[in-house]
């Protein structure tokens, strides 16, 4: 992302000291846990962009507004047709075959969440 916008000013933050050594000047990381509250002043990003993020307390509340509109969005993909649910129904390969693929293989490894894995192989 620096590399694309070298007017922009990048900030990653990550909860371990596992950022790259050579980044472009514009980039620069922080340790933080963003499923804490933020260090950062509200307001002070242009552009959030977060993956591989679980946040258990959504999971575990029905009644987070959050958790509503998963149910919500999966509910109305199953209803139209256009489901989201790819991968929780494991049809990846099927959808390929139908798309024109020939010989589509579908992959599972663990993507560890939470606490720091003692798998070396998952750090």
């Not at 002043?41 to 959050?66: A, V, W």
């Amino acid at each position: 992302m620096a590399d694309e916008y070298p007017s922009a000013e990048v900030v990653g933050t990550d909860i371990s000291a596992v950022q790259p050594s050579l980044v472009p000047p514009n980039c620069s990381f922080q340790i933080d846990d963003a499923q804490l509250d933020w260090t950062f002043k509200p307001g002070e990003f242009d552009f959030i962009h977060i993956r591989y993020l679980e946040n258990p307390k959504i999971e575990k509340d029905e009644s987070h507004i959050l958790k509503k509109w998963c149910r919500l969005f999966f509910e109305c993909g199953r209803k139209t047709g256009r489901t989201w649910e790819i991968a929780r129904n494991a049809r990846q390969e099927e959808y390929m075959r139908e798309a024109g693929f020939t010989d589509p293989v579908s992959k599972s490894w663990k993507l560890p969440v939470g606490g720091w894995p003692q798998d070396k192989k998952l750090k």
